[in-house]
Structure formats: structure tokens, C-alpha cells
């Protein structure tokens, strides 16, 4: 079982840029597919991006696909998202999600799917 740490949550305006990242304790870490969500207040949680165990393989949601970027470096127990040409309505809270996968290229968008997460990172985006 790992555990998650997400960092890299801030203010920024209109199309800015954040990097967040996802630390996970544990020495499994590549064993396990990540995913990123995010709430904003008052609505439910949603798919951002996810990568499979290959970096090769990854998906979007269509409202970030072009501007959010997801990739993992095993050998830092990290996953990252790199979030360009924000808008205000990305703002929310962004957890990133892990689940020990043996299939090395599925993809999961559930976050029923997912059985560890993290506490969560706050993005604000200003018009």
C-alpha cells in the first residue's frame, strides 16, 4: 500500500501555469496506475488525467486535453501534472489517486477504481 502526498496547489491568474506533484511512499510505486481528479466547491469530484504503469499510455478528460500534462518518474516515486493556459474555471481541489494495477497499460477514470488518495492541493485561478 503507498501512500500520497500531492504539493504544488497556488493562486495564479487566467492562463498561468502550475506544476503539482504527487509523492508516494512506498517501493511498489510503478506497480500502481495514477490518477488525478479534482472538486471544485459545491460539485462532484471529476477525471483529470491519468497514466497507466507506461508513461506510454496516458488519457484526459476533454476539458483539459491540450493544456494538462500527466507524466510519472518511477525512480522519484512522483507523478506529476503540468497545468498550462489555466482558466478560472480549473480551480478546485486536485487529488492525485493510486491503483496497484497488473495490466501495464490500463487506464482507469473511475474514481471508484482508485483505493488510495491523497489529501488533496487547492489551484485557484483569477480572471
Known amino acids: 500500500q503507498v501512500q500520497l502526498v500531492e504539493s504544488g496547489g497556488g493562486l495564479v491568474q487566467a492562463g498561468g501555469s502550475l506544476r503539482l506533484s504527487c509523492a508516494a511512499s512506498g517501493r511498489t510505486f510503478s506497480s500502481y496506475a495514477v490518477g488525478w481528479f479534482r472538486q471544485a466547491l459545491g460539485k462532484e469530484r471529476e477525471f483529470v488525467a491519468a497514466v497507466a504503469r507506461s508513461l506510454a499510455r496516458t488519457y484526459y478528460a476533454d476539458s483539459v486535453k491540450g493544456r494538462f500534462t500527466i507524466s510519472r518518474d518511477n525512480a522519484k516515486n512522483t507523478v506529476y501534472l503540468q497545468m498550462n493556459s489555466l482558466k478560472p474555471e480549473d480551480g478546485a481541489v486536485y487529488y492525485c489517486?493510486?491503483?496497484?494495477?497488473?495490466?501495464?497499460?490500463?487506464?482507469?477514470?473511475?474514481?471508484?477504481?482508485?483505493?488510495?488518495w491523497g489529501q488533496g492541493t487547492q489551484v485557484t485561478v483569477t480572471s
Open positions: 489517486a493510486a491503483a496497484a494495477e497488473v495490466d501495464y497499460y490500463n487506464i482507469r477514470r473511475n474514481p471508484s477504481d482508485y483505493a488510495t
